[in-house]
């Protein structure tokens, strides 16, 4: 069999080892340097694996190869033909919300105002986008459930598509008249929180709003629905509970999910009272994956490759946070098959090619860094950083020890 490397894989080095990573899934592995010697110059001199395995002299040398060309091949399971299937679409429904969460990235608050779409509208651009096949439809806003059509989009949503739909929401509508088809045809219910109780909850989101989210989770586990994920995007207003809002999740029976601020929308205009990096960057609560090496996952971005993101006028962009002018693909209005903005795509490619500059082993403030791909795990992250000197410079010192340790120690 010959010896094959994915274009996906990636190496990283420090001192006698090196890790082998596959940037389009987040998968790694160890090896040391001697070994990545032996396995570079097999693959350089067009070597097959019984070619390498022959070369070596001890039956200990030759055991330890085949196993570490197993591990090899399953980092490079995943097909090209898999991964260039659009696997998730988000669709904004509305801008408008019922409330005014100081982090909002889309600077929602417009309860009176109208919708740019019609319930028919809507239904066409849910048609669309089914066509790709996605595994995955996620209905978000502004707040989706305010309008009175929600419904009616769920269940036109769910119609003929076999796939998984989600509905983001900030929970303070879902009532009695609407759990039951709520519960029946979202496969998925991620409520914003972004706190452990009322007091960090209304900091960010307001008053009374923790106590509502709250009876909306009672109430879809009266009718007997669990899948349920409460999101905390994390600031420095609440980082000191991210513990406490873990034990909230187990309490409830709910699944935890810790989200990176983005200063974007009205979040940008606050950002002195968000931001996440404060001079005290070493007491920043670490999220959990990275307190474990085993559970550690690399950067798998997949923006504009196996997601989009369709917002509130149509504008179609990589994913939910490139929304800037430059990121713009096209208008849902004037595409007829979404399937266009696909043609000619690098294969190769890990994201669209408009992200390409954000690689972390292409961006000039990371290219040489041995825990990059570990540590932009959200390339957006490292396009809104780029241009605060100090700011990425303090994210930096935090980052890059803990990473460190966990990889190479």
């Not at 894989?9 to 389009?24: C, E, Q, T």
């Not at 990235?105 to 651009?125: E, L, M």
């Not at 929970?171 to 219910?189: E, R, S």
């Amino acid at each position: 069999m010959d010896l094959y490397l994915s274009p996906s894989i990636k190496f990283l080095f420090n001192d006698n080892r090196v890790i082998v990573f596959n940037r389009k899934n987040g998968s790694w592995m160890k090896i040391s340097r001697e070994c990545y010697d032996i396995l570079k110059n097999s693959i350089d001199n067009q070597n097959t694996e019984e070619e390498l395995l022959d070369s070596l002299a001890d039956d200990e040398d030759k055991l330890y190869f085949k196993k570490l060309l197993d591990k090899l091949h399953k980092l490079n399971s995943e097909t090209e033909k898999e991964y260039n299937k659009i696997n998730d679409v988000s669709i904004s429904i509305t801008k408008r919300c019922n409330l005014k969460c100081i982090h909002c990235i889309v600077d929602a608050d417009k309860v009176n105002s109208h919708d740019k779409y019609t319930t028919s509208q809507i239904f066409q651009i849910i048609d669309k986008v089914k066509a790709l096949e996605p595994s995955h439809i996620t209905l978000t806003g502004g707040e989706p459930m305010l309008r009175d059509d929600f419904i009616d989009i769920l269940k036109h949503t769910s119609s003929n598509y076999d796939g998984k739909i989600s509905v983001m929401t900030n929970g303070t509508l879902i009532n009695t008249d609407n759990v039951k088809p709520l519960a029946a045809l979202a496969h998925n219910i991620d409520i914003s929180i972004d706190g452990a109780d009322e007091e960090s909850c209304s900091i960010i989101r307001g008053k009374g709003v923790f106590q509502q989210v709250i009876n909306s989770i009672k109430l879809l586990h009266k009718n007997d629905y669990k899948k349920i994920s409460l999101s905390m995007v994390l600031t420095k207003n609440n980082q000191n509970v991210v513990n406490k809002f873990y034990k909230l999740n187990e309490e409830l029976g709910t699944k935890p999910m810790l989200r990176q601020l983005a200063l974007l929308g009205r979040a940008e205009r606050n950002s002195d009272i968000l931001t996440q990096f404060v001079s005290n960057a070493q007491e920043i609560s670490s999220p959990p994956e990275l307190k474990n090496k085993h559970e550690i996952i690399g950067c798998s971005c997949k923006a504009g490759v196996n997601e989009l993101t369709i917002e509130y006028n149509g504008d179609i962009f990589p994913c939910d946070l490139f929304t800037d002018e430059q990121f713009k693909l096209g208008n849902v209005d004037e595409v007829k098959d979404l399937h266009i903005l696909f043609e000619g795509k690098n294969e190769i490619a890990c994201t669209h090619s408009c992200l390409s500059d954000f690689e972390p082993d292409q961006h000039p403030l990371c290219c040489d860094c041995n825990v990059n791909f570990f540590c932009w795990r959200c390339l957006h992250d490292l396009y809104r950083l780029q241009n605060d000197a100090d700011l990425f410079k303090e994210r930096c010192n935090y980052m890059k020890p803990h990473l460190n340790e966990l990889l190479w120690e």
